[in-house]
């Protein structure tokens, strides 16, 4: 069975764009019950994506798969040790932090080329063009949530100067790993990732959110100096252990059409705030 291991140092997360999202500020964070502020689970996943990239290459990041939950809190300046098992239809993750005899799951999930089994199961809205944000945003409550409703379109201007700050500023990328996006403007994964949190925080008022899965289906690869546009609508929404979880089902989308497919699971109302 193959195996790629490699392993990162976690940074602080890099000053947010919009909306700000406290879990990941040392107040907010604390007020959620965490120790200190929360390493976006986006920015784990980009870590991640330079680990698929060398398993399954580059045609992954036009035709394929994603899935991954995070498991446990993450701070900056851990040590995060990404393992990929090679299985007979998919590539198994699995990222631990921690001292050794104290480590931690913080991700684990699974990842593949060509469509993924549950790609069908996504609803998400028709594309559309991105839309300034209401001129008051609402919050609501579990039993009010706004059920199977285009969300007002997010657009995102990247610049292939901005593309390159991602992998190298962001995420930490040398050089040398950092090809791909250097020689012919790909966007990273991480910034796909990333667009449904924006998103939400473009439509609503929230406190403290916790990110706790992705499931992408990439449909191509992503060039810079283009805007990008993701909308979405949620698709389910329900309480456990006093957390309140939404599921959106998403599409990026740029002037040649679909970019990929995201369903994006969150906790909404962290029990407590």
Not at 66 to 95: M, N, S, Y
Request: hydrophobic share 40%.
């Amino acid at each position: 069975m193959q195996a790629i291991i490699d392993q990162v140092v976690t940074t602080p997360d890099p000053t947010p764009q919009g909306v700000p999202n406290p879990i990941h500020d040392g107040d907010g964070a604390a007020a959620a019950g965490y120790a200190g502020a929360l390493v976006a689970g986006v920015r784990t996943y980009g870590w991640v994506v330079q680990t698929i990239v060398r398993a399954l290459g580059a045609q992954w990041l036009a035709n394929g798969w994603v899935d991954f939950t995070l498991r446990r809190p993450l701070f900056a300046g851990e040590v995060v040790t990404i393992e990929l098992k090679q299985h007979p239809d998919e590539w198994r993750l699995a990222c631990t932090a921690g001292e050794s005899g104290s480590t931690r799951v913080v991700m684990d999930g699974t990842a593949g080329l060509g469509e993924a089994l549950w790609v069908g199961d996504l609803n998400p809205p028709d594309a559309a063009s991105a839309q300034s944000p209401p001129d008051i945003k609402p919050s609501y409550e579990l039993a009010s949530v706004p059920s199977n409703t285009p969300l007002t379109p997010l657009g995102a201007y990247v610049s292939a100067s901005g593309a390159l700050a991602m992998v190298r500023d962001d995420l930490g990328v040398q050089p040398g790993d950092a090809t791909l996006y250097e020689t012919e403007r790909r966007i990273h994964p991480y910034f796909l990732a990333g667009r449904m949190a924006p998103l939400t925080r473009h439509n609503f008022t929230y406190g403290p959110t916790i990110h706790v899965r992705s499931q992408i289906q990439h449909n191509r690869t992503p060039l810079a100096d283009r805007e990008f546009v993701v909308g979405a609508q949620i698709v389910d929404a329900y309480e456990r252990n006093e957390h309140w979880y939404q599921v959106l089902d998403g599409v990026v989308t740029d002037d040649l059409g679909q970019v990929c497919r995201i369903r994006h699971h969150t906790i909404f109302r962290p029990r407590g705030t």
